[in-house]
T-cell receptor
Framework: AQSVTQLGSHVSVSEGALVLLRCNYSSSVPPYLFWYVQYPNQGLQLLLKYTTGATLVKGINGFEAEFKKSETSFHLTKPSAHMSDAAEYFCAVSQNSGYSTLTFGKGTMLLVSP | DTAVSQTPKYLVTQMGNDKSIKCEQNLGHDTMYWYKQDSKKFLKIMFSYNNKELIINETVPNRFSPKSPDKAHLNLHINSLELGDSAVYFC?????????????FGEGSRLTVL
């Protein structure tokens, strides 16, 4: 079984400030971890993913996330927020076997103010 | 040229009616999915097909019946619609398995049951 917990349904930052969106996972086997972004009235788009190898992964639009096994976390960060980053962000987990599907967290809405 | 396209984008209907949502992907992927996103933005897998074969069927009422005429299409038919079926339905596709790869999502079909 696998699950994802995203702390905070809403996160507000000022433009130029650090963005930190938290994600903790539960998985009985080594997980694959993902962050997706959803802009209003659109489908989800992959930001970045961790499967194996380097634990710090870089994604699109300046985002990055670090897999910390000891903390079962995969927090998403960006050094400097931009107005265009305002969106819903979903953390997701899958297992490295067969047809495992993605299990999504409940999402975090990122609000960016001028 | 849209990678994963769903029709219709909006659907408003009465309780008890039957409706279908169509999905097509032109990415050459083997695996297609239907996800349901409720009013709180929570995403839950409904079905997964690989090369026209049903792989995953989560706990979904029998009123929901997916059909995959070929690996590029996955349609969703819903019988006897209920108020609780109101949601945004997302179609997605990926290479086989999908657990290590990226899911490509359509823009969603917003179903409103009155």
């Amino acid at each position: 079984a696998q699950s994802v917990t995203q702390l905070g349904s809403h996160v507000s930052v000022s433009e130029g400030a650090l963005v930190l969106l938290r994600c903790n996972y539960s998985s009985s086997v080594p997980p694959y971890l993902f962050w997706y972004v959803q802009y209003p009235n659109q489908g989800l788009q992959l930001l970045l993913k961790y499967t194996t190898g380097a634990t710090l992964v870089k994604g699109i639009n300046g985002f990055e996330a670090e897999f910390k096994k000891s903390e079962t976390s995969f927090h998403l960060t960006k050094p400097s927020a931009h107005m265009s980053d305002a969106a819903e962000y979903f953390c997701a987990v899958s297992q490295n076997s067969g047809y495992s599907t993605l299990t999504f967290g409940k999402g975090t809405m990122l609000l960016v103010s001028p | 040229d849209t990678a994963v396209s769903q029709t219709p984008k909006y659907l408003v209907t009465q309780m008890g009616n039957d409706k279908s949502i169509k999905c097509e992907q032109n990415l050459g992927h083997d695996t297609m999915y239907w996800y349901k996103q409720d009013s709180k933005k929570f995403l839950k897998i409904m079905f997964s097909y690989n090369n026209k074969e049903l792989i995953i069927n989560e706990t979904v009422p029998n009123r929901f019946s997916p059909k995959s005429p070929d690996k590029a299409h996955l349609n969703l038919h819903i019988n006897s619609l209920e108020l609780g079926d109101s949601a945004v339905y997302f179609c997605a596709s990926s290479h086989a398995g999908g657990n290590t790869g990226e899911l490509f999502f359509g823009e969603g079909s917003r179903l409103t049951v009155l």
